[in-house]
Every structure is written in structure tokens, then in C-alpha cells.
């Protein structure tokens, strides 16, 4: 079974100033990793997601993450935040045929 | 439309009463998947369909909780006998076939279900 670990439930940051959401996981099997985002009032999307390949994986609006396999990470990151990156943010991991779980996500703010 | 579809889209209910949560998943998706998310709780899995296999349903809280899929589509969660800790909103996504592909999911906008 897999289970997901973020660890800050809440990262209060600048506007413009780096931000780090951390995820850690478990699993017994190779997974695939997700980051969901859940934006203010609205549903939740997909942001990025490491499947194969090169460990590093971006989204469109700037945000990357990268696999780390010896840590057992995937950790968020961006170099600069917006005032319209302020969301919930959900690490998942998925482990072959087994279902999709979800860490009890981290809500980022942003200050200006 | 192409998206995943939840009805309805907000329920108030009294408690005791049972409800049923309604969702359709985008056509031609195999996968598909309850969650609960309540203030401050995050996202706790319920039940998950894949396919004609047998529903993984070790997140449902009790068994006043139950879903069934029918036909491979339209799935319905049903609440029996609800209680105020019920109160939450209920989310339904759907996903590909294939286990590459399966862990992108695709939500609905919830149904958000306040027992009095």
C-alpha cells in the first residue's frame, strides 16, 4: 500500500519570494507521482505529474518538481510566487494498478 | 459536456435521512473514484472502480456508506441514515485506462452535503 506525507499543512510566503512544499511517500511498488492543485472556490486540477523519464518534471505556470527516488520525495517547488498561487496543493502517488492516494495537502499563501 | 458531472450540486438534508450523490464520469474512462473532503481534512479516499474489477472500497467510513457503477458509467454513493459528521463535500473523478494514465484524474465540481 502507499501512503503520502506532506509534511507543512500551511506556508504562509512573499509575494515574488521562493517557496518549497514538501511530499513524502511510501510504497512497495514503482509509482507514478502527481501535485493537484486546488485553487479558491474552484475544483482540482492536475499540475504536474513524474511518470518515466527525467526526474524533473515543470508545469506550465513555473512550478517544478523533482523525483527523488533514494528520499522517497517529491517536493514542489517554484523560484518565485505569485499573489494567484495561492491554492491548496495536494501531493498523490499511484503504485500500478492500485488506487490514487492523496497527502492532506498544503494550503500556500501568498503576502504581498 | 466533456467534464465530469455531480448532482446535485449542494444537498441539505436532516439527520437520519438518507441521500443519494449521482456522478458522470467523462465517457469512455474506466476509472473512477469517491472522496470526501471536509474543512481542514483534506482529501479522504472512499471508493474506487476500475473497470469490471471488484470496487476497492477499504476508505468507506462505515456501512452506512455504499456505491455502485452501473453499466461501467454512472455511479451513485448513497448515504444511509446521515449524521452531522457527514457534512462535507463529496468528490467524484474519473481517469483513463491504462495505469500510466490513471493517476491523472479528472474532478467534478463536488456536492456539498450539510446534514442539520
Known amino acids: 500500500a502507499q501512503s503520502v506525507t506532506q509534511l507543512d499543512s500551511q506556508v504562509p510566503v512573499f509575494e515574488e519570494a521562493p517557496v518549497e512544499l514538501r511530499c513524502n511517500y511510501s510504497?512497495?511498488?514503482?509509482?507514478?507521482l502527481f501535485w493537484y492543485v486546488q485553487y479558491p472556490n474552484q475544483g482540482l486540477q492536475l499540475l504536474l505529474k513524474?511518470?518515466?523519464?527525467?526526474?524533473l518534471v515543470e508545469s506550465i505556470n513555473g512550478f517544478e518538481a523533482e523525483f527523488n527516488k533514494s528520499q522517497t520525495s517529491f517536493h514542489l517547488r517554484k523560484p518565485s510566487v505569485h499573489i494567484s498561487d495561492t491554492a491548496e496543493y495536494f501531493c498523490?502517488?499511484?503504485?500500478?494498478?492500485?488506487?490514487?492516494?492523496f497527502g492532506q495537502g498544503t494550503r500556500l499563501t501568498i503576502n504581498p | 459536456g466533456a467534464g465530469v458531472s455531480q448532482s446535485p450540486s449542494n444537498k441539505v438534508t436532516e439527520k437520519g435521512k438518507d441521500v443519494e450523490l449521482r456522478c458522470d464520469p467523462i465517457s469512455g474512462h474506466t476509472a473512477l473514484y469517491w472522496y470526501r473532503q471536509s474543512l481542514g481534512q483534506g482529501l479522504e479516499f472512499l471508493i474506487y472502480?476500475?473497470?469490471?474489477?471488484?470496487?476497492?472500497k477499504s476508505g468507506l467510513p462505515s456501512d452506512r456508506f455504499s456505491a455502485e457503477r452501473t453499466g461501467g458509467s454512472v455511479s451513485t454513493l448513497t448515504i444511509q441514515r446521515t449524521q452531522q459528521e457527514d457534512s462535507a463535500v463529496y468528490l467524484c473523478a474519473s481517469s483513463r485506462s491504462g495505469t500510466e494514465l490513471s493517476g491523472e484524474l479528472f474532478f467534478g465540481e463536488g456536492s456539498r452535503l450539510t446534514v442539520l
Open positions: 472502480f476500475q473497470g469490471n474489477s471488484a470496487p476497492d
Open positions: 510504497s512497495s511498488v514503482s509509482v507514478y
Open positions: 498523490a502517488v499511484k503504485g500500478g494498478a492500485q488506487k490514487l492516494v
Open positions: 513524474y511518470l518515466s523519464g527525467s526526474t
